[in-house]
């Protein structure tokens, strides 16, 4: 397949290129792919300045009209799906397969907002006084600067500015620097529907300088965030200075638990599947393994089974036996994976399966690794491991576990298993986390606010409450003049 050059931004609606540049790494080789613009002040600036030009025009059309661009956008990515799904490995290293369910997934999720953006509903409320009517209207925040990060370069950059130009909101996007050629491509896409100049732009290069350039400026009212706790934090406090709207999606730390009366291979497959998903690098991914005393032994047999059978390798192999397990993003993501290993193989820990790099050296590879003998002081239990490391806890009773969500600074997801309707009620309200998944661990659908809780974030995407948040509200008060002209 020809190779697509992807080295501009996205700026009222034409490419920019700039001299200075940004490397772009294949994940599976360690070679440099392609360079991409280092955009900085100056480029950002330019992209402000058209969101807020195009921002006026583009929340007076219709939903419908609007709705009209993001159903073309659609439409386009699924056409182009291939050619995208094989842009998103080469830079984010993730296999072919979850690279083209990435890009469908970005069209249901367009599409579903091109529907609700339809569906933005005010309230008519009750007056203190017999002629004053109280009516309240949702308008679009304005322009937005939405923040994506490497693991989903291509669903996050769909699931932030889908709602926000549903909303009639006007973007600024700045992808992660790792995988910047997926947003690219995904842009261009969205160009080819002839949508309003300047509506959607989009920024490469230094994150800090880009940040800093949108939140500074006070035509940016609203800052979208994914990507670390840490990052998050510091954007946290940069947006007080001009109490500007943020929502941020950050780290996790997710136990998946099992009790006694689960489906012990339902609950193993479904476990396998989500902890190895996209080499383990989900903010929802399963971080921690609770198996009950009872059924430890046997479920961990079941795990490292599965764990066995996974292959890793080039993420854009097609062969008729595709590969399930692609590299890590890069070497620090590997180094702190083995950091994380090896304190708990110091502690105790035992390794039932995996455990080392593997593949080609200068790939950053690593084993599917199962964890036994796990416990609360081993550093992973703790952190965020973001890659392909299953720990395996063991527990006796049920408030051990809503302890360790309570305990934990993270509340992004939590999943557990078991066919006792009692305790799922339990356990679902109270575990300290924004998302439950019981007896699966498929969370990320678009009619669902997607979100969590303590420092995992603020806001949702993903449902109403995703356009909600490119929203605000606006109360009008009328007193009506009487028949004989009084008040
Ligand atoms: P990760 O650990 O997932 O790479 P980061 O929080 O470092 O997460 O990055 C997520 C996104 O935030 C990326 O697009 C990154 O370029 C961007 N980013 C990092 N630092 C800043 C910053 N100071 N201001 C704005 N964006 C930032």
């Given at each position: ?253 997710a136990p998946a638990i099992v009790?006694?009366?689960a489906?012990?291979?339902?609950a193993a497959?479904a476990i396998v599947d989500n902890k ?9 991914g399963i971080n921690v393994i609770y198996a ?7 479920l961990?047999?079941?795990i ?86 299953a720990p395996i806890l ?7 576990v ?11 997801a939590a999943y557990f298993f ?19 998944g019981?007896n699966g661990t ?46």
């Amino acid at each position: 397949m020809e190779k697509t050059t992807l080295n501009y931004l996205w700026i009222k609606g034409e490419k920019v290129s700039t001299t200075e540049t940004i490397d772009v790494v294949n994940p599976a080789t360690g070679e440099v792919i392609d360079q991409v613009p280092n955009g900085g002040k100056k480029e950002t600036k330019l992209a402000i300045n058209a969101a807020y030009e195009a921002l006026k025009p583009w929340k007076k059309l219709t939903p419908e009209k609007r709705e009209s661009y993001l159903v073309k956008w659609a439409d386009n990515l699924l056409e182009n799906r291939d050619e995208l799904a094989a842009i998103l490995t080469e830079e984010q290293g993730k296999p072919l397969s979850e690279s083209r369910g990435e890009i469908e997934g970005c069209a249901t999720f367009i599409r579903w907002y091109a529907e609700e953006g339809k569906r933005v509903y005010g309230e008519v409320i009750t007056g203190s006084k017999e002629n004053q009517r109280i009516s309240v209207i949702k308008q679009p925040v304005g322009v937005c600067g939405l923040i994506t990060p490497w693991n989903f370069p291509g669903a996050m950059v769909a699931r932030k500015t889908a709602p926000a130009l549903a909303a009639g909101c006007t973007v600024v996007v700045k992808p992660a620097s790792e995988t910047p050629r997926i947003a690219i491509a995904i842009f261009e896409q969205l160009m080819k529907t002839g949508i309003p100049a300047g509506v959607a732009n989009l920024v490469t290069g230094k994150a800090s300088v880009i940040g800093e350039t949108l939140f500074e400026d006070r035509r940016v009212k609203k800052i979208s965030f994914t990507g670390s706790t840490e990052i998050g934090k510091q954007l946290m406090k940069r947006a007080a200075d001009q109490v500007k709207r943020i929502s941020l999606e950050l780290g996790g730390n997710a136990p998946a638990i099992v009790f006694p009366d689960a489906d012990l291979d339902l609950a193993a497959k479904a476990i396998v599947d989500n902890k190895f998903e996209n080499c383990g690098q989900m903010c929802n991914g399963i971080n921690v393994i609770y198996a009950h005393g009872e059924i430890k032994e046997k479920l961990t047999e079941k795990i490292v089974n599965l764990a066995k059978e996974l292959k890793v390798g080039l993420g854009s192999d097609p062969g008729t036996d595709p590969i399930q397990i692609g590299p890590l993003v890069n070497e620090a993501a590997l180094k702190n994976v083995e950091h994380l290993l090896q304190d708990a193989k110091e502690k105790g820990a035992k390794v039932e399966t995996g455990g080392e790099r593997t593949g080609d050296a200068t790939g950053y590879f690593f084993q599917p690794t199962v964890l036994s003998i796990v416990t609360l002081d081993m550093k992973l239990t703790q952190e965020e491991i973001f890659g392909p490391v299953a720990p395996i806890l063991s527990f006796q009773k049920e408030q051990e576990v809503v302890e360790f969500t309570e305990n934990s600074p993270y509340g992004l997801a939590a999943y557990f298993f078991t066919r006792d309707v009692n305790r799922v009620y339990r356990m679902a309200e109270e575990l300290d986390s924004g998302m439950i998944g019981v007896n699966g661990t498929s969370l990320s659908v678009p009619q669902a606010p997607f979100g969590g809780i303590k420092e995992s974030g603020i806001g949702r995407e993903g449902g109403f409450y995703g356009l909600e948040e490119f929203l605000e509200l606006k109360y009008i008060s009328l007193s009506l003049e009487n028949d004989e002209g009084g008040y």
